[in-house]
């Protein structure tokens, strides 16, 4: 029973699974924003904010179900390439021609010169080997570790990402236009110079940018406009535009008119006013309100066109009642004004730095080395005896077959015959 895991966990249908179920995560990882607060999925994806969480979709990279599968996929790869590399390097071996099959054509022709032709292949980068009745020849005996070194890049990348995954530094960051936030031991700050959305014909949402600067020692040394999948990249981090919301000015009153509290709140956030115990709750803000066939409010875009504040007011937490409010439009309770002036956009901002980006890079130098290897220095051999001529190799026989009929072709050129 033990044999058997063993053998299915190298095997290649196990790889197969595992490279679905790791796309799949990393296709999730990239539609849903990454690093944003509890609230931003439990607003956003109503009815899965909390599979959302659970599954750790919000942190796909770092979730320990991520790290599980390319821990399983390493093994799988790195048992896959231990138990081929035996075979592998015992053909590399001079003594070592695989046996002609059956189908294989014959291209042996009287009117050849074999002796004329094993120096052309000489010519050509082959080692050929004199026997009893003929010669035989090889040619890039190396390329057979095409798959493996390929293998030790994937190998070199998951490891890679793996340790990125378990040593980076990352984070999350909400801005408003103007804010900034400091990297003390990277020494600058990073600066929001504004943040805007680009929308479609139709209204809807295309992308959303930012405008950071870099400020070291007092002065700007970088500026960037990022969007998703353009990210600043400054002293080894990479900052990443992965979320927005809006943000809110609530003021309460009294009957007089002067201001007891002034704050802002981003949707699905509450504000507690002590001296009556009040609760103010902004279920949430719609730029372009509308109430949906469930009676649900809705935004229909994220522009500006009709904006209204969905609010509940609890008093000792009991519910008050709710409201829908236009901007500064006051909601009365008891002797206190309560309203929600003005909203803006905020940004989110994923900032990472990975500690595995260099075993990545290497990763990819050795995987291309091995495609090379595995498509364009495969092994070739020939087998020439007495009345036969075998071309062999796995990989392009009929190209392969066709090359040496050409130099078998030049050999009748050499000897001035037509």
């Known amino acids: 029973m033990i044999k058997k895991i063993g053998k299915f966990m190298i095997g290649f249908r196990f790889a197969i699974i595992l490279f679905i179920v790791i796309a799949i995560y990393s296709i999730i990882g990239t539609v849903i924003p990454q690093g944003a607060t509890k609230e931003f999925y439990l607003h956003n994806y109503e009815n899965f904010g909390n599979i959302i969480l659970l599954l750790e979709f919000n942190k796909v990279y770092s979730s320990f179900i991520y790290r599980a599968l390319l821990f399983l996929f390493l093994v799988n790869i790195t048992g896959c390439t231990i138990k081929l590399l035996p075979s592998q390097l015992a053909r590399m071996k001079e003594d070592y021609f695989p046996a002609p099959s059956k ?68 984070g999350f960051v909400n801005l408003l236009p103007g804010e900034s936030t400091t990297f003390v031991k990277q020494g600058f700050t990073l600066r929001l110079d504004d ?20 400020i070291e020692e007092g002065k700007e040394v970088e500026s960037k406009k990022i969007w998703v999948n353009n990210p600043l990249k400054y002293k080894g981090i990479n900052f990443y535009q992965s979320s927005y919301g809006w943000i809110s000015d609530l003021t309460i009153k009294d009957k007089e008119g002067n201001i007891l509290e002034e704050t802002r ?29 469930s009676g649900q409010p809705v935004t229909i875009t994220e522009q500006k066109n009709h904006p209204h504040y969905a609010v509940v007011l609890y008093e000792y937490g009991n519910y008050v009642d709710s409201f829908i409010t236009a901007p500064g439009e006051p909601i009365y309770y008891e002797d206190l004004e309560i309203s929600f002036d003005d909203s803006r956009l905020y940004t989110g901002l994923t900032y990472r730095r990975d500690f595995g980006y260099y075993f990545v890079l290497i990763g990819c130098l050795v995987m291309v080395m091995g495609l090379f290897l595995s498509f364009y220095f495969y092994p070739r051999f020939v087998i020439v005896e007495e009345g036969t001529i075998l071309p062999i190799t796995k990989q392009n026989i009929w190209g392969y077959t066709m090359q040496l009929k050409n130099l078998l072709s030049s050999t009748l050129s050499n000897r001035g015959e037509v």
Do not use: C
């Not at 981003?266 to 115990?277: A, C, I, R, T, V």
């Open 103 to 170: 189908n294989i054509e014959n291209i042996w022709d009287e009117k050849y010169d074999t002796e004329e032709f094993r120096k052309v292949l000489e010519k050509k980068g082959f080692k050929t080997y004199k026997g009893e009745n003929g010669f035989r020849a090889a040619k890039n005996r190396i390329g057979v570790l095409g798959s493996s070194v390929t293998h030790l890049g994937i190998i070199i990348i998951i490891l890679g990402s793996f340790l990125g995954n378990m040593f980076a530094y990352e």
């Open 195 to 214: 943040f805007y959305l680009g929308f479609r014909e139709d209204g809807s949402t295309e992308q959303y940018y930012s405008e950071l600067k870099i």
């Open 265 to 293: 709140l981003k949707n699905s956030q509450h504000y507690f006013y002590q001296p009556k115990h009040l609760t103010v709750y902004l279920y949430g803000y719609y730029p372009d309100f509308a109430i949906d066939h």
